[in-house]
């Protein structure tokens, strides 16, 4: 039995897009978009040699099998909402995979978690 989603050795990115903006948290996030409406999810990353972590896009193999999900549509309903000073409500890629009920990508030891919904 798998505790943890591992990446698949065969993939393919067609939902979500990589958007830049001016976010106080990052810079760069993967932006899903259903007609006006849109839904940002970020993931943390860690540079070892400096121990600098850092916010931005989620990684490419993880795109369509949150979108495919059942509950994404719900999800993506009660949480997105139009772009607001070039900016769409966000959330984390771990937070989104709990709320699906995936199973999470293994949490590593420097991640650091936000205490409001609203990021």
């Excluded at 369509?64 to 993506?76: A, S």
Aim: charged share 30%.
């Amino acid at each position: 039995m798998r505790y943890h989603f591992n990446k698949p050795d065969i993939y393919y990115s067609l939902y979500g897009k990589r958007y830049i903006c001016n976010h106080p948290v990052y810079n760069e996030c993967t932006l899903y978009k259903i007609d006006d409406k849109g839904l940002a999810v970020i993931q943390q990353r860690y540079n070892p040699e400096t121990k600098h972590t850092w916010w931005t896009a989620i990684d490419p193999w993880l795109t369509d099998p949150i979108y495919l999900d059942i509950g994404f549509k719900d999800l993506f309903d009660a949480r997105a909402g139009k772009c607001t000073d070039g900016l769409y409500p966000t959330i984390t890629v771990r937070q989104l995979m709990w709320a699906l009920k995936m199973k999470p990508i293994p949490r590593e030891r420097w991640e650091t978690c936000f205490d409001k919904r609203d990021i």
